[in-house]
T-cell receptor
Framework: GGIITQTPKFLIGQEGQKLTLKCQQNFNHDTMYWYRQDSGKGLRLIYYSITENDLQKGDLSEGYDASREKKSSFSLTVTSAQKNEMAVFLC????????????FGPGTRLTVL | QQKVQQSPESLSVPEGGMASFNCTSSDRNFQYFWWYRQHSGEGPKALMSIFSDGDKKEGRFTAHLNKASLHVSLHIRDSQPSDSALYFCAVPNTGYQNFYFGKGTSLTVIP
Protein backbone atom coordinates (compact mmCIF):
# COMPACT_ATOMS: atom_id res chain seq x y z
CA GLY A 1 0.00 0.00 0.00
CA GLY A 2 0.91 3.65 -0.11
CA ILE A 3 -0.04 7.00 1.24
CA ILE A 4 -0.63 10.53 -0.01
CA THR A 5 0.44 13.37 2.23
CA GLN A 6 -0.83 16.91 1.79
CA THR A 7 0.64 19.95 3.52
CA PRO A 8 -0.50 22.07 5.13
CA LYS A 9 -3.75 20.63 6.46
CA PHE A 10 -5.17 24.12 6.98
CA LEU A 11 -4.09 27.23 5.07
CA ILE A 12 -5.24 30.75 5.88
CA GLY A 13 -4.25 33.55 3.55
CA GLN A 14 -4.98 37.16 2.71
CA GLU A 15 -6.70 38.42 -0.40
CA GLY A 16 -4.27 38.73 -3.31
CA GLN A 17 -1.68 36.50 -1.68
CA LYS A 18 0.12 33.73 -3.55
CA LEU A 19 -0.35 30.45 -1.70
CA THR A 20 1.26 27.06 -2.32
CA LEU A 21 -0.10 23.63 -1.46
CA LYS A 22 2.07 20.52 -1.53
CA CYS A 23 1.39 16.85 -2.16
CA GLN A 24 3.63 13.78 -1.83
CA GLN A 25 2.82 10.16 -2.76
CA ASN A 26 4.75 6.94 -2.22
CA PHE A 27 2.63 4.69 -4.48
CA ASN A 28 5.19 5.23 -7.25
CA HIS A 29 2.29 6.34 -9.46
CA ASP A 30 3.02 8.24 -12.65
CA THR A 31 -0.15 10.34 -12.69
CA MET A 32 -1.13 12.93 -10.10
CA TYR A 33 -4.11 15.27 -9.82
CA TRP A 34 -5.33 18.38 -8.03
CA TYR A 35 -9.05 18.83 -7.39
CA ARG A 36 -11.02 21.57 -5.75
CA GLN A 37 -14.01 20.58 -3.60
CA ASP A 38 -16.64 23.20 -2.81
CA SER A 39 -19.71 22.41 -0.79
CA GLY A 40 -22.48 21.23 -3.11
CA LYS A 41 -20.27 21.22 -6.20
CA GLY A 42 -18.45 17.93 -6.07
CA LEU A 43 -14.84 17.61 -7.18
CA ARG A 44 -13.56 19.74 -10.04
CA LEU A 45 -10.23 19.07 -11.72
CA ILE A 46 -7.67 21.87 -11.63
CA TYR A 47 -4.51 20.25 -13.04
CA TYR A 48 -3.13 16.81 -13.63
CA SER A 49 0.27 15.45 -14.60
CA ILE A 50 1.04 12.11 -16.25
CA THR A 51 4.77 12.24 -15.64
CA GLU A 52 7.51 14.37 -14.15
CA ASN A 53 7.52 17.90 -15.66
CA ASP A 54 4.21 17.27 -17.47
CA LEU A 55 1.19 19.50 -16.77
CA GLN A 56 -2.35 19.20 -18.16
CA LYS A 57 -5.07 21.77 -17.46
CA GLY A 58 -8.41 20.74 -16.05
CA ASP A 59 -11.68 22.64 -16.25
CA LEU A 60 -10.77 24.89 -13.31
CA SER A 61 -7.14 25.84 -14.04
CA GLU A 62 -7.62 29.62 -14.27
CA GLY A 63 -6.10 31.30 -11.21
CA TYR A 64 -3.81 28.35 -10.46
CA ASP A 65 -0.35 27.15 -11.39
CA ALA A 66 1.06 23.68 -10.80
CA SER A 67 4.50 22.11 -10.69
CA ARG A 68 5.66 18.48 -10.98
CA GLU A 69 9.41 18.50 -10.44
CA LYS A 70 9.62 14.96 -9.10
CA LYS A 71 7.58 11.84 -9.71
CA SER A 72 6.54 11.70 -6.07
CA SER A 73 5.48 15.33 -5.62
CA PHE A 74 2.96 17.70 -7.14
CA SER A 75 2.42 21.25 -5.92
CA LEU A 76 -0.37 23.72 -6.59
CA THR A 77 -0.14 27.50 -6.36
CA VAL A 78 -3.10 29.81 -5.95
CA THR A 79 -1.75 32.80 -7.86
CA SER A 80 -3.95 35.46 -6.21
CA ALA A 81 -6.24 34.30 -3.43
CA GLN A 82 -9.80 35.62 -3.57
CA LYS A 83 -11.52 37.03 -0.49
CA ASN A 84 -14.18 34.75 1.01
CA GLU A 85 -12.75 31.81 -0.89
CA MET A 86 -13.14 28.65 1.08
CA ALA A 87 -12.59 25.20 -0.36
CA VAL A 88 -10.84 21.92 0.18
CA PHE A 89 -8.06 21.05 -2.24
CA LEU A 90 -7.57 17.34 -2.82
CA CYS A 91 -4.50 15.69 -4.32
CA UNK A 92 -4.77 12.24 -5.90
CA UNK A 93 -2.59 9.78 -7.77
CA UNK A 94 -3.10 6.78 -10.03
CA UNK A 95 -1.37 4.51 -12.47
CA UNK A 96 -1.48 5.85 -16.03
CA UNK A 97 -4.54 4.13 -17.42
CA UNK A 98 -7.66 6.02 -18.51
CA UNK A 99 -10.02 4.23 -16.12
CA UNK A 100 -7.68 3.64 -13.19
CA UNK A 101 -8.68 4.02 -9.56
CA UNK A 102 -7.53 7.29 -8.01
CA UNK A 103 -6.07 7.42 -4.50
CA PHE A 104 -6.70 10.63 -2.58
CA GLY A 105 -4.95 12.54 0.16
CA PRO A 106 -6.82 14.01 3.14
CA GLY A 107 -7.01 17.50 1.66
CA THR A 108 -5.90 21.06 2.45
CA ARG A 109 -8.64 23.41 3.66
CA LEU A 110 -8.13 26.95 2.38
CA THR A 111 -9.62 30.05 3.95
CA VAL A 112 -9.03 33.53 2.53
CA LEU A 113 -9.64 36.50 4.81
CA GLN B 1 -23.35 21.12 -18.82
CA GLN B 2 -22.72 18.79 -15.91
CA LYS B 3 -21.47 15.53 -17.37
CA VAL B 4 -22.45 13.43 -14.35
CA GLN B 5 -25.77 13.88 -12.53
CA GLN B 6 -26.38 12.34 -9.11
CA SER B 7 -29.55 11.98 -7.04
CA PRO B 8 -30.73 12.41 -4.41
CA GLU B 9 -28.64 15.20 -2.87
CA SER B 10 -29.08 13.71 0.57
CA LEU B 11 -30.55 10.58 2.06
CA SER B 12 -31.31 9.28 5.57
CA VAL B 13 -31.88 5.61 6.31
CA PRO B 14 -32.25 3.68 9.57
CA GLU B 15 -29.48 1.35 10.67
CA GLY B 16 -29.94 -1.98 8.95
CA GLY B 17 -31.87 -0.42 6.07
CA MET B 18 -31.12 -0.16 2.35
CA ALA B 19 -29.53 2.99 0.92
CA SER B 20 -29.76 3.64 -2.83
CA PHE B 21 -28.04 6.24 -4.98
CA ASN B 22 -28.41 7.16 -8.64
CA CYS B 23 -26.01 8.47 -11.25
CA THR B 24 -26.49 9.32 -14.92
CA SER B 25 -23.92 10.26 -17.52
CA SER B 26 -24.81 12.84 -20.16
CA ASP B 27 -22.30 11.58 -22.71
CA ARG B 28 -22.50 8.24 -24.49
CA ASN B 29 -18.68 8.18 -24.49
CA PHE B 30 -18.76 7.79 -20.72
CA GLN B 31 -19.75 4.21 -20.02
CA TYR B 32 -17.32 3.26 -17.26
CA PHE B 33 -18.37 4.27 -13.77
CA TRP B 34 -16.63 4.47 -10.41
CA TRP B 35 -18.23 4.96 -7.00
CA TYR B 36 -16.23 6.77 -4.35
CA ARG B 37 -17.01 7.37 -0.69
CA GLN B 38 -15.77 10.28 1.40
CA HIS B 39 -16.01 10.38 5.19
CA SER B 40 -15.92 13.77 6.86
CA GLY B 41 -12.40 15.19 7.05
CA GLU B 42 -10.93 12.57 4.72
CA GLY B 43 -10.24 12.20 1.03
CA PRO B 44 -12.53 10.06 -1.16
CA LYS B 45 -11.85 6.32 -1.35
CA ALA B 46 -12.88 4.09 -4.22
CA LEU B 47 -15.64 1.58 -3.52
CA MET B 48 -16.05 -0.15 -6.86
CA SER B 49 -16.16 0.28 -10.59
CA ILE B 50 -18.61 -1.10 -13.15
CA PHE B 51 -18.62 -1.17 -16.94
CA SER B 52 -20.77 -4.17 -17.88
CA ASP B 53 -24.54 -4.16 -18.00
CA GLY B 54 -26.17 -5.68 -14.95
CA ASP B 55 -25.17 -6.07 -11.33
CA LYS B 56 -21.82 -6.14 -9.60
CA LYS B 57 -21.74 -7.10 -5.94
CA GLU B 58 -18.98 -6.49 -3.40
CA GLY B 59 -19.99 -7.39 0.12
CA ARG B 60 -22.90 -5.20 1.21
CA PHE B 61 -22.51 -2.98 -1.88
CA THR B 62 -24.20 -3.67 -5.23
CA ALA B 63 -23.83 -1.52 -8.33
CA HIS B 64 -26.22 -1.81 -11.24
CA LEU B 65 -25.47 -0.44 -14.71
CA ASN B 66 -27.85 0.13 -17.59
CA LYS B 67 -25.68 1.16 -20.52
CA ALA B 68 -28.61 1.97 -22.80
CA SER B 69 -29.74 4.73 -20.43
CA LEU B 70 -26.22 5.53 -19.10
CA HIS B 71 -27.61 5.05 -15.60
CA VAL B 72 -25.82 3.44 -12.70
CA SER B 73 -27.07 2.91 -9.18
CA LEU B 74 -25.40 1.91 -5.94
CA HIS B 75 -27.21 0.03 -3.19
CA ILE B 76 -25.97 -0.55 0.33
CA ARG B 77 -27.80 -3.25 2.25
CA ASP B 78 -27.73 -3.53 6.06
CA SER B 79 -26.54 0.09 6.32
CA GLN B 80 -24.31 0.91 9.28
CA PRO B 81 -23.63 4.27 10.98
CA SER B 82 -20.07 4.01 9.61
CA ASP B 83 -21.58 4.18 6.10
CA SER B 84 -22.59 7.81 6.79
CA ALA B 85 -20.55 9.74 4.21
CA LEU B 86 -20.61 11.51 0.84
CA TYR B 87 -20.94 9.16 -2.12
CA PHE B 88 -19.62 10.26 -5.50
CA CYS B 89 -20.09 8.84 -8.94
CA ALA B 90 -17.15 9.38 -11.31
CA VAL B 91 -16.68 8.69 -15.00
CA PRO B 92 -13.31 8.58 -16.75
CA ASN B 93 -12.91 10.77 -19.80
CA THR B 94 -12.30 8.03 -22.36
CA GLY B 95 -8.85 8.20 -23.88
CA TYR B 96 -7.70 10.83 -21.43
CA GLN B 97 -6.39 10.66 -17.91
CA ASN B 98 -9.05 12.65 -16.09
CA PHE B 99 -12.37 11.92 -14.44
CA TYR B 100 -15.64 13.80 -14.14
CA PHE B 101 -17.23 13.63 -10.69
CA GLY B 102 -20.86 14.14 -9.77
CA LYS B 103 -21.85 16.50 -6.96
CA GLY B 104 -22.36 13.64 -4.54
CA THR B 105 -25.08 12.23 -2.30
CA SER B 106 -24.82 12.71 1.46
CA LEU B 107 -25.89 9.60 3.37
CA THR B 108 -26.84 9.60 7.05
CA VAL B 109 -27.47 6.27 8.73
CA ILE B 110 -29.52 6.76 11.86
CA PRO B 111 -28.74 4.37 14.75
Amino acid sequence: GGIITQTPKFLIGQEGQKLTLKCQQNFNHDTMYWYRQDSGKGLRLIYYSITENDLQKGDLSEGYDASREKKSSFSLTVTSAQKNEMAVFLCASSITRWNAEQFFGPGTRLTVL
Amino acid sequence: QQKVQQSPESLSVPEGGMASFNCTSSDRNFQYFWWYRQHSGEGPKALMSIFSDGDKKEGRFTAHLNKASLHVSLHIRDSQPSDSALYFCAVPNTGYQNFYFGKGTSLTVIP
